[in-house]
């Protein structure tokens, strides 16, 4: 397939340029002459992004990564029609067995992947070693602790697990930050009532990103920063946010974003099964979830993950965080594929992903090749 005539995002600027893929991979870029027989998308217009990718999602469009491979596989098949090339399905609290039911059918699907779906990364496990206080929309019987043991017992039979929330103030957080670094699992701060500091020290052993910035953890105060504070003052710590206009404000995506910068930041759907859903009543981790005007919450009106889709965020951090989009665009693309060591996807580039994602002047979604 050859993309013709569009403003393409290379490097960490738009220039204008055709790109031909090839077996799923960029083959070239530059002046290209279609070739006999040649697939032709015109790109006239359009912005050209490289895939998307989404390293906190846990359903999309009434499937959910909990319920088995069946689900993660229509995630994976749905997702592509929305720009995602790659994602990393997120598990939240439940009983052991339950978890390490849901992470083997992550490691089927990474391993055997759809034949038309976004590539699975790997499982990114938000629970169970969470705080009470800010477990948000997780079920609190579920929660423990960090230990080895339990770890151990949730991924038994699998090595697919690629990032873990934690919170850090909780006994042996620390050690298990060390343990997980050891292992190349990326670790992250939330559902968190951690002070500054002991986000600072869990850095130090290396914790590296703060989930879905300033919800679930303790909050920014002048004299108390926080969780947020301390993600957003320290350099070695990348930012997850939801920019969905309920999560945060749009000024605190703004802050956030000027905060961290392109390198700094990522931009996540954190999306339940409503996600590409009309408004109804849904699922979460067996709760009950409302959604009305695109707003899920469990009764007690606690925001209970997303309805977003993350061409939708890149949307909102342009025209309402009013970003540049050549800061926007990496925080979706480049830097959660990299946060994740995922070679070959959130770049145009030679030999990457051939998913593109293309965007209109409005910043709206105007189709994807794949």
């Known amino acids: 397939m050859l993309v013709k005539n569009g403003t ?18 960029i083959a070239q870029i530059g002046d290209l002459q279609p070739r006999e027989g040649e697939e032709i998308r015109s790109a006239a217009g359009l912005y050209v992004l490289p895939g998307l990718v ?29 720009g995602v090339a790659a994602f990393m399905p997120t598990t939240m609290s439940a009983p052991i067995e339950a978890t390490n039911r849901a992470l083997r059918a992550i490691q089927a699907v990474r391993d055997m992947p759809c034949e038309k779906g976004a590539a699975v990364l790997g499982a990114h496990m938000e629970a169970p070693f969470l705080c009470e206080k800010y477990k948000g929309a997780q079920l609190g019987e579920c929660l423990m602790n960090p230990s080895v043991e339990a770890y151990e017992a949730m991924t038994r039979g699998t090595d697919c697990v690629r990032m873990m929330t934690l919170a850090p103030e909780l006994p042996g957080a620390l050690d298990m930050v060390a343990y997980l670094k050891a292992r190349g699992v990326v670790t992250c701060a939330a559902h968190s009532n951690a ?8 850095a130090d052993r290396g ?18 920063p926080g969780v947020p504070g301390a993600g957003l003052a320290d350099e070695r710590i990348i930012v997850q946010a939801i920019a969905d206009g309920l999560h945060l404000h749009p000024d605190t995506l703004r802050i956030a974003a ?17 996600a590409g859903m009309p408004d109804g009543q849904y699922d979460l981790g067996g709760q009950a979830v409302f959604v009305k005007n695109g707003e899920a919450r469990l009764a007690d009106g606690v ?68």
């Open 8 to 25: 393409a995002f290379i490097g960490d600027r738009f220039t204008r340029a055709d790109v031909r893929v090839e077996n799923g991979k």
């Open 54 to 82: 989404d390293i906190h999602i846990h359903a999309y469009a009434g499937a959910d990564c909990m319920r088995g491979e069946g689900d993660v596989r229509r995630m994976s098949e749905g997702l592509l029609k929305t």
């Open 195 to 202: 002070t500054a500091e002991e986000v600072h020290a869990a």
């Open 207 to 224: 914790l590296t990103q703060i989930t879905h910035l300033f919800n679930a953890q303790s909050p920014l105060h002048h004299r108390k």
């Open 258 to 274: 000027l905060c961290k910068g392109a390198k700094g930041m990522v931009l996540i759907s954190d999306s339940m099964e409503a």
């Open 303 to 370: 925001i209970a993950g997303s309805t977003l889709v993350l061409h939708r965020a890149i949307h909102n951090m342009i025209t309402l965080a009013k970003m540049p989009p050549e800061t926007v665009i990496p925080m979706a693309t480049s830097t959660p594929a990299d946060s994740v060591g995922a070679k070959g996807y959130g770049r145009i580039e030679p030999g990457a992903c051939g998913v593109l994602t293309l965007m209109d002047a409005g910043w709206n979604l105007a189709g994807v090749t794949a």
